[in-house]
Structures are given as C-alpha cells and as structure tokens.
C-alpha cells in the first residue's frame, strides 16, 4: 500500500492497488479458513498419541516430532501455502503413525452398509452399464466404446479423528488402453492395486474366481488412511475411469 500511496494517481497504479487489496482480503479469508483447520489436526494428533502409549517408542517420537513441527510451522505461518503444507505434512505423518501402529478406526466395519457388497443397499453406484452380482459379493465394470467414467460410493459422517478404509480391489488393462481406479475417502483418494492382464487371465478371468481370490485369500486389498479435523460428511468407496 505504501508504495502505491507514493506514486501519482494514475487508473492504472489504483487499478494494482485494488488487485493487491482483493488478493490481500482473499489470503486472509483463506488463513481464516485453515488456521483452526491445523489447530484442530494438531489437537487431535495429540490426542492420538496420548492414547497410543503402547505404540512402539520409536514410532511415537517420529509422530511427535512431526506435531511439534506442525505447531511450530503454524505459529511461524505468514501464507495460505505455508498453512496448506504444514497439514498436507501432518496429515503424512499421521498415515504413517497409523499404518505402523495400527491405531485408525476401521471405516469400513463400522460406518459402510453392506460393505461386502451382498446387497446395493446403502451404495450409490454408477458402473457403467455393467452391476453387481450380490451373491458373489463382487461388483464389476469394463470398458466401453466411448471414454466413460464410473462410481461405487456411500455417503457418510465421520467426526473428527483418524481412519482407514479397507477393500479388496483390483484393475487392469488390455492392448494398451488407458484406466485407473481409485478407492476414495472424499479428496483422499489412492489408485487401487494393478494386475498383469497375462499373469492373471487365467485365474482372475471370472467373478467367481474374483471372489476366491478377495474372500478366501485375501488377496488384493487395498488400504487407503485419512484423516478429519472436524466431523464430516463425504464419499467412501471406488471411482475410476477408462479412456
């Protein structure tokens, strides 16, 4: 402000001067946004290690320091980049911490209805022309002619704290076309495990071989962790899309 306070008046010095006011306003309104967003992840993260004393110690140090760092990274903020980070950071920390310790809350037990698929009770689904077979408790799709999206989704609040979403999953290709697959917890999402289309025509070629492999040998399961500030209303489930 200072520096166009200094200048003469010109249409086009004001014009700069509204600009950097209004990126001003919107960097503050943003900050406003994700400071008690970090507050609350860090609250939270402390809570879970207060809890988890029987964590290995090591394990224990790295998430505490990496709280120690978020708060010291939030007290030194100064930019909606620098606040972004320090969660993005934490939120990694806290994956990490859960994946090794075992201590997020299994989403999908509790909160998912018909979770095993034996029923489309409960799912919104988009699969592209292709459905479920409930009696193998298996859902599927493939590609069409046209690029096409799809979906297998559930609408759920969570309150604050930390999750992971289990499912047993699994895509691949054929000559080259392009898809992907994503096991989605609302903006945190995670590409699904691929298979070799010739390593397993032979025995994933089929939904009933599909169900031996997920429900008698635990095979392909995907793990996808995450982690609310504040409670929540969001997707859980699968989209992917082939082009």
Request: glycine share 6%.
């Amino acid at each position: 402000l200072v520096e166009y306070a200094n200048v003469e008046g010109t249409t086009e010095s004001y014009n700069k001067a509204i600009v950097a006011l209004k990126d001003t306003r919107r960097d503050v309104n943003t900050c406003m946004t994700l400071i008690p967003e970090a507050e609350a992840m860090i609250a939270q993260c402390e809570t879970l290690l207060e809890q988890t004393a029987s964590a290995p110690e090591e394990e224990r140090t790295r998430f505490s320091l990496a709280i120690a760092d978020a708060q010291t990274a939030l007290e030194a903020a100064t930019s909606p980049e620098a606040l972004s980070q320090l969660i993005i950071d934490l939120e990694n920390a806290y994956t990490l911490f859960a994946s090794a310790t075992g201590t997020a809350q299994d989403v999908t037990r509790t909160y998912i209805q018909n979770a095993n698929l034996s029923s489309t009770d409960g799912w919104t689904y988009d699969l592209a022309g292709r459905g479920f077979q409930p009696t193998l408790k298996v859902a599927e799709t493939w590609k069409s002619d046209a690029p096409v999206s799809y979906s297998l989704t559930q609408e759920v609040t969570l309150p604050a704290g930390g999750y992971r979403l289990t499912g047993y999953s699994f895509f691949r290709t054929t000559n080259g076309e392009g898809a992907l697959a994503r096991i989605i917890a609302g903006e945190n999402t995670q590409t699904v495990i691929e298979v070799d289309r010739d390593e397993t025509i032979g025995h994933l070629n089929t939904l009933e071989e599909a169900t031996e492999a997920f429900y008698t040998n635990g095979e392909y399961l995907n793990t996808l962790y995450f982690f609310l500030p504040r409670e929540t209303t969001l997707k859980l489930g699968y989209e992917g899309e082939f082009s």
